[in-house]
């Protein structure tokens, strides 16, 4: 890889974000907030990124996409989700192929509501 002295890292033919050109993932860390970046089963390749009270987004790397670029779409997902207030959610999402089942508490025996 080569860089140059802007902080800017070429790889695989693109460039990298230059030092400063994630404001709000910097604001975002120093405001004791998390990104979480690598592996969430099932999902290999997620970012997420929680603000310490909520969760702004949540992506999934794709096919060929560099860490770089998937930081640029992270950036502008908190972005998106600042300005609307809505998460950004691209790993709890149903194909057409597959549906979301959720877990039912089990609620033991029933219990009948009349008095003897």
């Known amino acids: 890889m080569e860089s140059d002295n802007r ?3 070429a790889a695989a033919g693109r460039l990298a974000p230059k030092r400063g050109s ?15 970046m690598g592996t969430v089963l099932p999902i290999k390749g ?18 060929g996409e560099i ?3 998937l930081l640029a779409r992270l950036e502008q997902a908190i972005a998106t989700a600042i300005a ?9 999402v149903k194909s057409a192929n597959e549906t979301l089942s959720l877990a039912k508490p089990s609620l033991g025996k029933p ?4 008095r003897t």
Do not use: W
Not at 48 to 58: E, P, S, V
């Open 84 to 92: 609307t207030g809505q998460v950004i959610d691209e790993i709890n």
């Open 67 to 69: 860490v770089p670029e």
């Open 111 to 114: 219990r009948s509501n009349a």
């Open 22 to 36: 994630l404001p709000l993932i910097e604001a975002l860390l120093e405001g004791g907030g998390q990104v979480l």
């Open 46 to 63: 997620a970012a997420i990124a929680h603000d310490g009270k909520r969760t702004l987004a949540m992506l999934r790397r794709r096919p």
């Open 7 to 9: 902080g800017s890292t």
